[in-house]
């Protein structure tokens, strides 16, 4: 488990950023996005999947999140 | 010396690995590419912030130099204790030329080294007793301190002291902010780690400490993030974005004091300038408070008006007019500047390898100027860092991360630039083999070289030493031919 922050991108609809090892990179998909469920397995554009627990749609953006690496690139 | 192609450019990569043994150049090959603007992602041609090879030469610094270096140092109401032995305290005092305005040792501290100076029995029985005794005496001898921070160096976290306990009894003691810093110099790869604790130390015992507490504010507050007014750099900045119409709270952490660091949670914009040091904290607000950030480039006419419009973008009609009116108001100056040095500088080809926003924020000035920044590279910069400088390099030229003493000198042997920007570190070499040199992280002793103002001084300082007549003369030392017998009889 790591501590992460999803944010509003400019190119993507969400950002993911890892502080831990400063990997700042565009959600290219998310598998839930919805008021009521959101989350769920994330794709990095680097390759990298995460997993974060499906909840309700945050509020307000930027997030920190615990997410699950799934597979991380490199 | 026209440019280097492509091939040419890979070609010089490999001829400098050559030397190394097979697992070194393997690693380093990692580090060097050739840039290539079609890429969108810097990490399939380039890798950052990993740990330097053993034997090699490399020019990184500590986390104890990201933390009271570069963050905590310049704020200058605060004593920044250098807890541990004397020596890092000691030579890395007052050289960095953070600017402020004060009475140095009665309100404000910067130039003054504090130190626990630690010996053997510290070590042995702990240090904890010693800082408690050293922030009374803190307390007695400069009462008009406004926060004390205890910068750990490397034996703190070795030996496994407390400093925790101890700030905060002291913190209760004297109602000051007493933040202890976990920055041990051993902690992660290069000084970038400790600019991470940093942040994260002011988000955790600063910035909460006047939350709920009343703040007049107005519509056009910001703060500048991440100028450490080098030689005024901050200063220069401060009055372009206060002559456009917005109110600048807190300046981080150049001339910066604990007050405007605690109220900057009150702000409406986040500025920043240097992203590798400081964007940690521009997160952490952004979630916490709610206050978007931005980053702009004070380097050069043209990145400057392109930031001042991209500021002014975020607020309303009058701060928009306040911007083209600052624009309009500076540009024939700026005319006047790149009229009078362009044809001294025109073409001329650039070598950088700096820090953590310069290898690619100056891009833009020397571009004023007619010149070419032909090598780039970051000391400590991360990933992200080269994202963004990919798209400000010229295709095919170099980019090398954390180099070695090494392959810098070959680099500069083989591309020959007419300038090559760096820091102390490498100054004298390519001073002695003949190569006009600039400090880019000092400015050499001058400065500033942020906004409209610093241009000037800029543009003359690269003029003066690219054009200074004394380089042909020199011959390297190792260069020399023996002095005839003869005429050193004679002398």
Redesign the interface.
């Known amino acids: 488990m790591a501590n992460i922050?999803v944010?509003r991108g400019s190119k993507t609809d969400y950002v993911f950023?890892l502080?831990k090892r400063?990997?700042?990179d565009d959600i290219v998909s998310m598998e839930f996005d919805t008021p009521e469920k959101w989350g769920g397995e994330i794709k990095l554009?680097?390759g990298g999947s995460y997993y974060i627990e499906p909840q309700a749609a945050p509020a307000?953006l930027?997030?920190?999140l615990r997410a699950k690496r799934l597979d991380a690139a490199? | 010396m026209s440019a280097l192609t492509r091939e040419e450019t890979e070609a010089l990569i490999q001829e400098v690995l050559e030397v190394y043994p097979e697992k070194a150049k393997k690693d380093r090959a990692k580090h060097l590419a050739v840039n290539d603007q079609s890429i969108e992602q810097s990490k399939k041609c380039i890798t950052s912030n990993r740990k330097s090879l053993p034997g090699v030469m490399t020019i990184r610094g500590c986390a104890y130099a990201g933390s009271k270096g570069v963050v905590w140092g310049p704020i200058k109401d605060m004593i920044h204790i250098s807890h541990g032995p004397v020596g890092c305290g000691q030579y890395s005092r007052a050289g960095r030329r953070n600017y402020y305005v004060g009475t140095t040792g009665v309100n404000t501290f910067g130039t003054m080294n504090f130190t626990s100076d630690f010996q053997e029995k510290d070590i042995v029985f702990g240090g904890d007793k010693k800082l408690a005794k050293l922030i009374g005496e803190i307390e007695q001898l400069f009462p008009l301190n406004k926060g004390i921070s205890v910068q750990s160096e490397c034996p703190i976290g070795l030996i496994g002291d407390d400093i925790e306990a101890v700030s905060k009894k002291a913190a209760a003691e004297f109602n000051k902010p007493v933040v202890p810093v976990r920055c041990e110099g051993f902690r992660g790869v290069s000084q970038s780690l400790g600019h991470h604790i940093a942040n994260d130390a002011i988000r955790d015992w600063v910035l909460p400490r006047r939350e709920g507490k009343a703040f007049e504010g107005t519509p056009y507050d910001v703060a500048v993030i991440g100028d450490y007014n080098i030689g005024g750099d901050a200063w220069s900045s401060r009055i372009l974005l206060e002559e456009m119409g917005l109110r600048v709270v807190a300046q981080w952490s150049g001339d910066g004091t604990i007050a405007e660091m605690e109220k900057t949670p009150y702000v409406k914009v986040n500025l920043i300038h240097c992203y590798r040091s400081m964007n940690y904290i521009a997160r952490h607000m952004e979630e916490k408070y709610s206050i978007p950030w931005m980053e702009y480039n004070f380097f050069g006419p043209t990145k400057v008006a392109e930031s001042l419009r991209a500021i002014a973008a975020l607020f309303d009609d009058k701060i928009k007019e306040g911007a083209e009116r600052v624009i309009a108001k500076y540009q024939p100056l700026m005319q006047a500047v790149i009229d009078k040095y362009k044809p001294r500088l025109e073409g001329k080809r650039v070598m950088l390898y700096v820090g953590g926003l310069r290898p690619r924020h100056v891009i833009g000035a020397y571009e004023d100027l007619g010149m070419e920044v032909v090598g780039t590279g970051y000391e400590f910069g991360h990933n992200d860092d080269y994202d963004r400088t990919i798209k400000d390099m010229g295709n095919a030229t170099l980019i090398y991360d954390d180099v070695t003493g090494f392959e810098f000198e070959e680099f500069v042997k083989r591309v020959k630039p007419d300038l090559v920007g760096s820091g102390i570190k490498e100054k004298f070499i390519f001073q002695k083999m003949g190569v006009p040199f600039r400090q880019m992280h000092s400015w050499d002793y001058s400065g500033p070289y942020h906004g409209y103002d610093g241009f000037a001084i800029f543009a003359r300082d690269m003029d003066m030493t690219l054009n200074n007549p004394c380089w042909s003369k020199i011959t390297a030392p190792w260069l020399k031919q023996a002095e005839p017998e003869a005429a050193k009889k004679a002398a």
């Open positions: 922050m944010q950023y502080p400063d990997l700042e554009n680097n307000k930027p997030i920190s490199e």
